[in-house]
């Protein structure tokens, strides 16, 4: 590897480590599975804001990941889709796995 490479590399693993960098990609991972939801509803944002009597703005700042959502507003907007979220706590080393709540409904 070029020293311009692992320079890169170096400096990308290092930002990865910062705290802040590891929550804002949290921030976006929860914005567009939000996002994604309220498309696979067949919801514009404009009916959604509707449907939640917010402004479109407040919509386009949380579906974006522009705005410190709170578990209400999660509650809101997955209520308003006729979705319901589940939160999946693990050690960092653990993977993620993605669970199908219909092939798991007599779990509930």
């Known amino acids: 590897m070029n020293t311009v490479n692992h320079e890169f ?27 994604s939801a309220v498309e696979k509803a067949g919801l514009s944002r404009g009916e959604l804001a509707k449907k939640l ?5 407040r919509v386009t700042k949380v579906l974006t ?12 907007v997955c209520r308003a889709i006729g979705m319901e979220f589940d939160v999946v706590l693990r050690k960092a080393s653990e993977r993620v796995e993605v669970v199908d709540p219909d092939k798991h409904r007599a779990m509930y």
């Open 53 to 57: 009597a917010w402004k479109p703005s």
């Open 65 to 76: 990941g522009n705005s410190n959502l709170t578990l209400k507003t999660m509650f809101e």
């Open 9 to 35: 590399s170096e400096l990308f693993e290092s930002l990865w480590e910062d705290e802040s960098t590891q929550f804002e990609a949290k921030t976006q991972d929860v914005a567009i599975a939000l996002a």
